[in-house]
């Protein structure tokens, strides 16, 4: 019963070995296909989750080697091939980027490409960190493999790198500042995969060396990754100066329109100012007019007062005068 659920449990990693060598395969050639410019922060992102992935499940195989042995051993093979492909395929495709590639994307992506970019970048240098870790490992527990006397089993082609050939392709870039921290890591890395290749793609070699020289490797590569942040630094400083320059120029094109158009509403107010004038000219004459009228009316108005008041006093006294000569002719 037991040997039956474990040739079960043999049969099922090995099938899904095979799946994942399919998978990184897949990965690899669609590595190879353009992605349009709107999709390829998008499908980075995605990649760069299932390489995390694919280290979280390296870890748990690793630890799983260590309780069951072989029933593990293929599947962990497997995945670390196809996630060594996928690594190898985000790299190139980072490392192919170039400047006009570069600057198709931050156009037509979405706003804060930039830092999108940046953090794209970072994060392939933490997996390949987090990648050259699990490398080594898989490599101590290949010597205790070993010691344990298992038999190696049938392992897929994986490309001959060791594991500072891993940290090497992490921080590679087409930049000519990095070009002396290249060629120290080829220097680094001849000598243990010389090592490497005579026990395995991931066999032992001394860890004494190993470390010191990946020691050294790491530092002279963070050198030149410094250098190549701070060329970034220095180019994205120097395409926002260009987007605030263009914008600048925005803003002095609509100043000068609305300028245009505030002259335009000038000439209009003055020529609509003249009909105006004449009207407010035409009304004060008018109302002159009227003042004057008002005093020719009151004048007369004084007048013919006058007037009835002379006839009214004149007709009492000759009515007066009448009356007494009426009255000294009768007696």
């Known amino acids: 019963m037991a040997d039956s659920s474990a040739s079960s449990a043999v049969q099922r990693r090995e099938r899904l070995a095979g799946e994942l060598v399919s998978t990184g395969s897949k ?28 280290l979280n499940r390296l870890r748990r195989l690793c630890a799983l080697l260590e309780s069951e042995g072989e029933q593990a051993r293929s599947e962990l093979w497997a995945l670390a091939a196809s996630t060594e492909q996928l690594a190898n395929a985000i790299r190139s495709e980072l490392d192919g980027l170039t400047p006009e590639r570069e600057k198709a994307l931050l156009v037509t992506a979405q706003p804060g490409g930039i830092l999108r ?23 101590d527990l290949e010597s205790e493999v070993s010691e344990w006397g298992l038999e190696a ?25 990095r070009q002396s921290a290249q060629e ?33 490797m790491t530092s002279a590569l963070e050198t030149g990754t410094a250098l190549q942040q701070a060329r970034l630094d220095a180019q994205y400083a120097e395409h926002d100066l260009q987007e605030r320059q263009t914008l600048l120029q925005r803003i002095q094109s609509g100043v000068q329109q609305a300028h ?72």
């Open 117 to 139: 970019l940046r953090k794209l970048r970072r994060d392939v240098e933490r997996l390949s960190r987090e990648h050259a870790s699990v490398c080594e490992l898989m490599q």
């Open 184 to 216: 120290i890591e080829v220097a680094t890395s001849t000598a243990s995969e010389s090592v490497v290749a005579k026990d395995g793609v991931y066999g032992t070699f001394a860890a004494g060396q190993g470390r010191s020289s990946t020691q050294a």
């Open 27 to 54: 990965d690899v050639a669609e590595s190879g296909q353009s992605v349009p410019n709107a999709d390829w922060f998008g499908t980075m992102t995605e990649r760069l989750q299932d390489w995390d992935r694919r």
């Open 153 to 177: 089993a049938a392992e897929p082609a994986i490309p001959s790198r060791s594991r500072s050939g891993a940290v090497k392709s992490a921080f590679a870039s087409h930049a000519p500042e």
């Open 260 to 331: 245009t158009v505030f002259r335009e509403l000038a000439s209009i107010t003055e020529s609509q100012q003249q009909p105006l004038n004449d009207i407010e000219a035409r009304t004060q004459q008018v109302r002159g007019e009227q003042e004057l009228t008002a005093l020719e009316w009151e004048r007369y108005v004084r007048r013919r007062r006058s007037r009835r008041r002379f006839c009214f006093w004149f007709s009492i006294w000759a009515t007066l005068v009448l009356l007494f000569a009426i009255y000294v002719f009768l007696h």
